[in-house]
């Protein structure tokens, strides 16, 4: 029996530890048509399904990639905040499942602050991390859009949110509820300082976010198939004993229904975003210049010609006369000519006389 222990084994162990090697995690089946994807071909095509275009979950980091201009970001620590203060138990603490998210994502919480160009216009944004406890809405992620919108305030820039959630942090109770209207003020802040305010939809928005800061963008732009709602379709369907409608809550539904603006496919969401950005942030600049050249050219502008954008205008007709000075001095030079040309025959006259 030598050759079974000495040769068959050892083919055997081999084999079976090369299939030890290999990645379990090759191949995705794609939720919604079933077809098999390999793990490269969705990197290559954003984690969109190759057969039919579903929108699968994406990585934070990925996603924050496919929109900064050249994948480049810098992130912002959102502000530490007191963990766990109701000292919460159901199953397992708290704190343990707090932790467990921690180490896994290696953040803080359920936020990332990145900051950054998008078609070479400043972004500030908001993004959630939904592997990060269901990305649900605590007090930390609260405090992190806080921190995102005074930044997006401080530094001139428009102010982004994705919202990839599932509400409100259960185990922080009522504390999780008030991020609510914190959320709803920092948002204004932004409003009240005239810049724009982007929220892109990604699946799913529920809950807590989906009633708060997620549904006041000035443009509400969602990707494709995600689900957006407050309530589960399900708890919706037995309250009120009705059949839904099928499509209900979801992003292409709400476009139909006015809720959102633009449903946009991933592989467009850079190209968009820097259109609307570049019409919504040269707005302001746009209105400054055509304000400045109104107060000098026309009377009708209220005084808007005088502070600061006075300068624009004046230093254009000081251009414009620069650009005069040759034509005006030929013309000083011809009168020259002409009366030296009559001084000269008035002498030569009196000199004949
Ligand atoms: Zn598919």
């Known amino acids: 029996m030598n050759w079974l222990s000495n040769f068959i084994r050892p083919k055997i162990r081999s084999f079976v530890s090369q299939q030890k090697d290999v990645p379990d995690n090759l191949w995705q089946k794609c939720p919604a048509c079933d077809g098999m994807l390999f793990h490269r071909d969705l990197d290559e095509n954003m984690n969109v399904c190759t057969h039919c275009g579903h929108h699968l979950k994406i990585d ?5 990639n496919i929109l900064f201009d050249d994948g480049e ?3 912002i620590r959102a502000p530490h905040v007191p963990v766990d203060p109701l000292k919460f138990k159901d199953r ?3 704190s343990a499942r707090l932790k467990e ?7 803080e919480d359920a936020i990332v602050i990145a900051t950054g160009t998008i078609g070479g216009q400043p972004v500030v944004c908001a993004a959630f991390d939904f592997s990060f406890m269901g990305g ?9 859009i806080v921190r995102a919108a005074e930044e997006a305030v401080r530094t001139h820039s428009a102010f982004m949110v994705i919202p990839s959630s599932g509400g409100a942090r259960m185990q922080e109770g009522a ?7 914190r959320t709803i003020i920092a948002v204004e802040m932004v409003k009240d300082a005239k810049l724009p305010y982007i929220v892109l939809l990604a699946d799913p928005t529920t809950g807590g976010v989906s009633a708060s800061f997620a549904m006041v963008g000035d443009i509400q732009i969602a990707e494709p198939g995600c689900m957006i709602g407050f309530a589960g379709k399900r708890v919706i369907q037995e309250t009120i004993r009705e059949e839904l409608p099928p499509g209900f809550q979801t992003a292409e539904y709400l476009l139909d229904h006015g809720m959102i603006d633009m449903v946009v496919a991933r592989k467009d969401l850079h190209s968009t975003l820097s259109r609307v950005l570049n019409l919504l942030m040269n707005r302001t600049g746009r209105e400054e210049a055509r304000g400045g050249s109104r107060g000098k050219g026309s009377k009708s502008v209220n005084g808007s010609g005088k502070s600061g954008k006075g300068d624009i205008s004046s230093a254009a007709k000081a251009a414009r006369n620069v650009a005069k000075l040759p034509s005006v001095k030929k013309k000083v030079a011809a009168k020259i000519t002409k009366k030296r ?3 000269t025959s008035k002498t030569i006259r009196k000199i004949a006389d």
């Open 136 to 144: 649900s809405m605590g007090a930390g992620v609260g405090e992190g």
């Open 60 to 64: 934070v980091d990925q996603r924050l």
């Open 92 to 94: 397992k603490a708290y």
């Open 101 to 107: 998210a921690q180490s896994k994502s290696k953040r």
């Open 175 to 181: 504390l999780s509820l008030m991020q609510m209207p």
């Open 341 to 343: 040309a009559a001084m």
């Open 73 to 75: 970001w810098n992130e």
